[in-house]
T-cell receptor, first 117, second 111 residues
Framework: NAGVMQNPRHLVRRRGQEARLRCSPM?????VYWYRQLPEEGLKFMVY????????ESGMPKERFSAEFPKEGPSILRIQQVVRGDSAAYFC???????????????FGSGTRLTVV | DAKTTQPPSMDCAEGRAANLPCNHS???????VYWYRQIHSQGPQYIIH???NNETNEMASLIITEDRKSSTLILPHATLRDTAVYYC????????????FGQGTTLQVKP
């Protein structure tokens, strides 16, 4: 049973380009969470999505960042017009049901390391 | 979600038990204690969680004090591969799904 798959593992973008990060949740999981870890800092929540719905985007920067989790396919975190400050590790986690529906741990992927040059 | 306090770093000898403390003095009655760890910039790994009873699984044990104001994560026989940052998180299972990670404790297991 494959875990949470994130790709690419490493992504290099020039300032002004777009970055697209993909996350395939564990089989049977329909809830996805994105976190960002800036260099030498802790993990920060960005967004929580269910299939075709954004449930909580309170941690998303107001501009340039968007996320989706379509009915088919992986969840996508999209960063438009990247800047050097976007350089970070982006982690995705998944769960089988709503986080309010029970107490359990999330399964995280290995992350995508984004470097903006 | 209640705030947690952890020592910034700890050392442990290989083969010995590692006891990682966490203070959560403002915890409320319906908040759970969760532990995750992050090994060298990999994705966080869920370890264990509990509400008020002590818990044990194949990875670790969680001891929660009777007043629930603090807890201890125990790795019974630490190995070099247990070197990681350990995060104690207190939260109510809610519809937001948000985990608030603090600075954690960096555990260094030494040979």
């Amino acid at each position: 049973n494959a875990g949470v798959m994130q790709n690419p593992r490493h992504l290099v973008r020039r300032r002004g380009q777009e970055a697209r990060l993909r996350c395939s949740p564990m089989k049977g999981h329909s809830h996805v969470y994105w976190y960002r870890q800036l260099p030498e800092e802790g993990l920060k929540f960005m967004v929580y999505l269910q299939k075709e719905n954004i449930i909580d985007e309170s941690g998303m920067p107001k501009e340039r960042f968007s996320a989706e989790f379509p009915k088919e396919g992986p969840s996508i975190l999209r960063i438009q017009q990247v800047v050097r400050g976007d350089s970070a590790a982006y982690f995705c986690a998944s769960s089988p049901r709503s986080p309010g529906g029970g107490n359990y741990g999330y399964t995280f992927g290995s992350g995508t390391r984004l470097t903006v040059v | 979600d209640a705030k947690t306090t952890q020592p910034p770093s700890m050392d442990c000898a290989e083969g010995r038990a590692a006891n990682l403390p966490c203070n959560h003095s403002t915890i409320s009655g319906n908040e759970y204690v969760y532990w995750y760890r992050q090994i060298h910039s990999q994705g966080p790994q869920y370890i264990i969680h509990g509400l008020k009873n002590n818990e044990t699984n194949e990875m670790a044990s969680l001891i929660i004090t009777e007043d629930r104001k603090s807890s201890t994560l125990i790795l019974p026989h630490a190995t070099l591969r247990d070197t990681a940052v350990y995060y104690c998180i207190v939260r109510v299972p809610s519809n937001t799904g948000k985990l608030i990670f603090g600075q954690g404790t960096t555990l260094q297991v030494k040979p």
